[in-house]
């Protein structure tokens, strides 16, 4: 007896929406399994873990800090991987956003008016959108591989970002501590809400759905998923592929150059040796488990942003290591892309060698 | 003092060598696994725990060689049986292996390391100059040696490697020959998970013993930007890693030439030439070397279309469905 893959004929919708459930139920039944062998109770660290942030407000306001980043950098990157240009490289987009967006309260703290901040997030969005752009220049011009280029640029990014808070940027004042100067209310961005979330959550929301309008709606929109599922179709029809590497690129960069600047002026308010526990990488995880739909990567920044509250939760209150977060993660996006066959493809037990003339017109 | 820069060089590449060379025979099959990073970061912190635990240097090594199959194994699943997308599931290999190696490492942050005995091969270590530098290594430097020359030979010169290289080219034909690509495919996977393994075992076992989180620090992304250098050909892959290893090393060596902004030498430079000379000097900018050095070379090649078509395993990261 064997089991093969059979392709169906059309999509599966059932299996559209169920495999990132069954995705996440595989993963918490997975986590259960580690929590067991590392010698603690699985359902009381799986309801710490999954469930307890959501029922407190410090941890709910802590989940939506963390969703927020993961949310807009994911809908980058759908954007990217919907027109199959490989971009891994958002850590490095958001980091060297951040140092864009900063450089005005840093190197001129006396600018203090009403446009300090909004001249921040457009300096953040550029800023990742040319680190963006490297890798889709190198790719465009020169034929150059994007994945290792946008991966190699994270590491050149996190180093300049060593260099600046060690070096130049450095607080004057700061007792030789690698930081900047903390930024001045007029470039620290607002809570809002009654303080539940900061101003960075409801303009990521918005981006989200206006996203969301245009993949769906708009001949834009039509262009990047032609052009990702059928190049040649898309070039008869006049889409050309190097425009549109150059345009999910900047696009995704500037999402998470904006992401960067918004957690630098909302969050840390002045920039550290380190400003993200790994938001561009976690994104890629967002971006596949919401399905690369702007709507589906709301809902999948949520439960990323839950696996590094959680990992806190049962760090704090059972003992387990917080890098269990990490390994949740990686889980998860295995079941996804395990999970996401059966839309594709239907599971055939046969019994005995079925020869070939009898199937392959199915 | 050169013999000790070519002898830090030589620890530097061997890593890059033996994940690359792996990888090669990988992608020769058709498949793109992005997973070495991860698969050799569970290499080093499996083989650092396992040779911590019984204090043997040897066991360790072959933990690490069946962790980094173990995880192949993991992503060989996905690929071939459930035809997932190769890039995406090489990722999420990385991701887990960065994980889980954190979890499993975090008991052996700060435990003293065991460090792989070097073996003098008698006579020919005794020649000046040579001798310290090629027959004063330790096990896993001659093995990768011996890979590369293994490699070489297998693929262009044995049966074995002409059916790998087909199913590389084109699965359709060699399935329609009756070849099993998934179980061709598969064992190359296995091959390069082995070769992941080994190389993040002389990472924690050799290079710096001890387990530091993380301490792969991109190696395994520049092992693949290495097939790409070396287009595919085993040979090259040497000449690409000791290129590496030798940008790698450079921090450690530049300190030795602290420069004095203020000797005479240098006073009369306009201010532009002193602050370049300052900034490339900094650790930062020497550390990120090795990363946009990998960027320049992949421009090099790639912008070469001949060298990179003639090479290019035609089926690489295409999936396959048997067609029964």
């Given at each position: 007896m064997r089991i093969e893959l059979v392709k169906r004929k059309e999509h599966s919708q059932a299996m559209l929406l169920l495999s990132p459930l069954i995705a996440v139920a595989l993963t918490a039944l997975a986590a259960g399994i580690i929590f067991l062998i590392s010698g603690h109770n699985p359902l009381i660290a799986l309801y710490k873990f999954?469930?307890?942030?959501?029922?407190?407000q410090w941890s709910l306001e802590a989940t939506i800090d963390k969703a927020t980043p993961l949310i807009l950098i994911g809908c980058g990157l759908a954007v990217c991987y919907l027109s199959?240009?490989?971009?891994?490289?958002a850590e490095g987009q958001f980091i060297f956003g951040a140092l864009f967006g900063s450089a005005l309260p840093i190197l001129y703290?006396?600018?203090?008016?009403?446009a300090t901040l909004p001249l921040m997030l457009v300096f953040g969005a550029l800023g990742g959108a040319l680190w963006a752009l490297i890798p889709a220049v190198l790719k465009t011009?020169?034929?150059?591989?994007?994945i290792l280029t946008s991966l190699m640029l994270v590491y050149v990014a996190s180093l300049l970002l060593d260099y600046l808070v060690r070096g130049?940027?450095?607080?004057?004042?700061?007792?030789?501590?690698p930081e900047s100067r903390i930024f001045s209310d007029a470039a620290t961005l607002p809570d809002v809400f009654g303080g539940l979330m900061s101003l960075s959550t409801p303009i990521t929301i918005i981006i989200a759905i206006v996203l969301a309008l245009v993949l769906a709606k708009t001949l834009k929109g039509f262009e990047i998923r032609v052009m990702g599922e059928s190049p040649r179709a898309g070039s008869f029809a006049g889409f050309s592929a190097k425009r549109l590497t150059l345009f999910s690129f900047a696009l995704a960069g500037a999402l998470a150059g904006l992401a960067g600047t918004m957690e630098v002026?909302?969050?840390?308010n002045q920039l550290l040796?380190?400003?993200?526990?790994?938001y561009g990488f976690t994104a890629i995880i967002v971006a596949f488990l919401g399905r690369l739909n702007p709507f589906g990567i709301i809902v999948a920044g949520f439960v990323l942003a839950l696996s590094y509250i959680g990992g806190e939760a049962v760090q704090s209150?059972?003992?387990?290591?917080?890098?269990i977060a990490s390994v949740i993660q990686g889980l998860l996006l295995f079941f996804v892309l395990a999970c996401d066959t059966f839309i594709l493809y239907r599971i055939r037990m046969v019994s005995r060698r079925v020869t070939a003339g009898e199937t392959s017109h199915v | 003092m050169f013999e000790a820069v070519l002898l830090t060089v030589i620890t530097a590449a061997t890593p890059l060598l033996i994940a690359a060379i792996g990888e090669l025979v990988v992608e020769r099959s058709g498949v793109l696994n992005l997973g070495v990073e991860g698969m050799m970061i569970m290499g080093a912190v499996v083989g650092f725990a396992v040779a911590n635990q019984t204090g043997s240097g040897a066991l360790g090594v072959v933990a690490a060689i069946a962790a980094g199959m173990a995880m192949s194994a993991l992503f060989g699943f996905l690929v071939l049986?459930?035809?997932?997308?190769q890039v995406a599931t090489g990722l999420a290999l990385t991701i887990l292996g960065i994980g889980f190696s954190g979890l499993i490492g975090e008991a052996f942050i700060g435990v003293p390391g065991l460090k792989l005995p070097e073996l003098y091969i008698p006579g020919?270590?005794?020649?000046?100059?040579f001798g310290p530098v090629?027959?004063?290594?330790?096990a896993i430097v001659y093995l990768g040696f011996a890979l590369v020359a293994l490699v070489a030979y297998g693929l262009f010169r044995t049966r074995l490697g002409l059916v790998l290289r087909a199913v590389g080219d084109n699965h359709g034909s060699a399935h329609a020959l009756g070849y099993s690509v998934i179980r061709i495919r598969f064992a190359a996977i296995l091959f390069g998970g082995a070769c992941a393994g080994l190389a993040g075992a002389y990472l924690s076992?050799?290079?710096?013993?001890q387990w530091v989180e993380n301490?792969?620090?991109g190696r395994g992304w520049i092992a693949l930007a290495l097939v790409v250098f070396a287009s595919w050909l085993p040979l090259r892959v040497v000449i690409g890693a000791y290129l590496f290893g030798a940008v790698t090393v450079l921090n450690l060596h530049a300190q030795?030439?602290?420069?004095?902004?203020?000797s005479p030498f240098l006073s009369g430079l306009p201010g532009f030439v002193t602050g370049a000379i300052e900034i490339a000097t900094t650790s930062q900018f020497l550390s990120s070397l090795p990363y946009l050095a990998t960027i320049l070379v992949l421009v090099l090649i790639s912008a070469n279309r001949r060298l990179t078509l003639v090479?290019?395993?035609?089926?690489?990261g295409k999936p396959f469905v048997p067609d029964r």
């Open positions: 999954f469930i307890e942030p959501l029922t407190q199959n240009n490989w971009n891994i490289g703290p006396d600018f203090e008016n009403v011009r020169f034929n150059t591989n994007e130049p940027w450095r607080d004057p004042g700061g007792y030789n501590f002026s909302g969050g840390l040796p380190t400003i993200s526990p790994g209150a059972m003992g387990v290591s917080n890098k | 049986a459930l035809v997932t997308n020919l270590s005794e020649i000046p100059f090629l027959f004063q290594q330790d076992l050799a290079y710096t013993p301490m792969s620090a030795a030439f602290e420069f004095d902004l203020s090479n290019t395993p035609a089926c690489l």
